[in-house]
Nanobody, 127 residues
Framework: QVQPVESGGGLVQAGGSLRLSCAASGRTFSHYAMGWFRQAPGKEREFIAAISRDGGNTYYADSVKGRFTISRGSARNTVYLQMNSLKPEDTAVYYC????????????????????WGQGTQVTVSS
């Protein structure tokens, strides 16, 4: 099985950028669709972005569309989340998730589609 491991979180001013990385521990992400979720204090975890197994299809929550970009590394063992124009409301713990996918072109945006989760990385955006 695969274990996602996130990195790249931190403190940034509003309007700034961060790039989160998600590395595969154990196996590569080759057979998995990937997603990013986040959980702000006092709120439920929410979907942010997803990418298909082949990397050809992506999907974003309306709250981040046009500002965040999900991508897969060429070595198939890393997934990235580029976050631009950050806002204080983006402050949250960000989680990377992997979901076994038999369809290379499909992406998923519900938590139940993902069987493997990272521990999360904190992103704090100051105003």
């Amino acid at each position: 099985q695969v274990q996602p491991v996130e990195s790249g979180g931190g403190l940034v001013q509003a309007g700034g950028s961060l790039r989160l990385s998600c590395a595969a521990s154990g196996r590569t992400f080759s057979h998995y669709a990937m997603g990013w979720f986040r959980q702000a204090p006092g709120k439920e975890r929410e979907f942010i972005a997803a990418i298909s197994r082949d990397g050809g299809n992506t999907y974003y929550a309306d709250s981040v569309k046009g500002r965040f970009t999900i991508s897969r590394g060429s070595a198939r063992n890393t997934v990235y989340l580029q976050m631009n124009s950050l806002k204080p409301e983006d402050t949250a713990v960000y989680y990377c998730a992997a979901g076994r996918s038999y369809y290379s072109e499909r992406y998923y945006y519900t938590e139940s589609d993902y069987g493997y989760w990272g521990q999360g990385t904190q992103v704090t955006v100051s105003s």
